[in-house]
């Protein structure tokens, strides 16, 4: 029987001009599972089905295996990431039109080698041409992109402290006109685009990340932002810059990341000119922790973080740290609280840690999302303790 408003299977796979079997295949795997089953088993999709459908075929298109497709798109299947989404899609298209330009360019400088009967650097054509690596760099991007905006829209949406932390964290850095700027591990350039009519005029910004990827997503997304701002793919651990090139290096929640601490305040302190400021922000140790418990009532063996990553740099010893570089290190807090009132967002929030939750929550997402519904059904207060440290070189 025919349910208003919904595809048959068979309706379904011949809109999406794929066949049953491969429909029925993903319902098998739980990679799309159909909205509505009727009693006798009968099983219909809606038009958001047909969505997250074009989503998959697309990054299948792209060359991802389904199990990489299954984890890219596990919180797709809600509505309120649709729009998220495509825009991730699209910097993948844009991602892989470069990569294939820059192999175009090789084939093109190998081909001139050969006629002028030159050598060809074989290997560095074939490190191009490498598609599984291509494929590899282009899942990290999509994830960190979409990590990067769940974590960025769950603050956004629900903070109680009316200015937004980029704002506040920019007012922290107390830029002037004419200053040279390094910014550590920029990110999505939030800290940038969310300030553009505050920065002043005649300032000179190096924004810099370790994935070459995130460098190039920042570059098409700030093309309109003027010529004071420059992109540098750059390791925290080895700054490409000569002494005394800055008036300020900012790393927002960047250094409890780095493998050797010392080794990048170090180099921050090198690259900074004479009475230079650095500003590190980072979390202490109650910051999120509603969440964490949460996960772990769903499935005790859900690690939000490898690491605490507030004990290798946080609000309790991130002083200390960096005492032994600078001088007049100080601490502000960032007051603030989250209100949650969309689970969603709050799903988009944990399946965009860094921990092992997606190994736990893949197979059982819609346990998951039926758990956390539940759970912010009044509510949900999350605590934060943010904020960051201002230094000074010696």
């Not at 002494?243 to 790393?251: G, L, M, N, Q």
């Not at 990048?264 to 922790?289: D, W």
Request: overall charge neutral.
């Amino acid at each position: 029987m025919k349910k208003e408003g919904f595809y048959s299977s068979g309706e379904f796979a011949k809109k999406a001009h794929v066949t049953k079997k491969t429909i029925r295949y993903y319902d098998e795997h739980n990679i799309l599972k159909p909205s509505f089953v009727s009693d006798s088993g009968a099983r219909f999709y809606s038009d958001e089905d047909f969505a997250r459908l074009q989503q998959i075929l697309f990054l299948k298109y792209l060359g991802f295996s389904l199990a990489d497709i299954k984890e890219m798109t596990v919180r797709n299947s809600d509505k309120h990431f649709f729009s998220e989404s495509l825009h991730m899609q699209l910097g993948l298209i844009e991602e892989k039109i470069e990569q294939m330009q820059l192999i175009k360019t090789a084939l093109v400088d190998a081909s001139k080698a050969v006629k002028q009967e030159k050598n060809v650097d074989w290997s560095k054509m074939m490190q191009l041409v490498n598609v599984n690596e291509m494929e590899h760099k282009l899942k990290v991007q999509y994830q960190n992109s979409s990590n990067i905006s769940a974590r960025i829209n769950l603050h956004e949406e629900f903070s109680k402290n009316k200015q937004g932390w980029f704002p506040w964290l920019f007012e922290q850095c107390e830029l002037k006109s004419g200053e040279s700027v390094l910014e550590l591990g920029c990110g999505d350039a939030s800290l940038w685009r969310m300030n553009r009519e505050k920065i002043p005029e005649k300032i000179n910004v190096i924004l810099s990340d370790i994935s070459d990827g995130m460098i190039r997503d920042v570059r098409r997304s700030m093309k309109d932002m003027g010529e004071d701002f420059l992109f540098e793919v750059m390791d925290a651990h080895h700054i490409n810059a000569p002494d005394e090139s800055f008036d300020i290096v900012i790393a927002n929640h960047v250094l409890f990341y780095c493998e050797d601490l010392e080794k990048v305040c170090s180099e921050i302190k090198r690259v900074l000119k004479p009475g230079g400021r650095f500003v590190g922000s980072t979390y202490g140790n109650a910051h999120m922790k509603e969440i964490s418990m949460l996960v772990s009532d769903f499935d005790s063996r859900i690690v939000l973080s490898a690491d605490r990553l507030y004990e290798k740099f946080g609000k309790q010893n991130g002083g200390k740290i960096l005492e032994k570089f600078f001088s007049d290190v100080s601490w502000s807090e960032y007051e603030d609280y989250l209100e949650v009132t969309k689970p969603e967002s709050l799903i988009s929030y944990v399946l965009s840690c860094h921990g092992n939750q997606n190994r736990f929550i893949v197979d059982r997402y819609n346990d998951f999302v039926s758990f956390v519904k539940k759970k912010t059904k009044y509510g949900f207060d999350v605590t934060k303790e943010a904020g960051g440290f201002r230094a000074v070189k010696k």
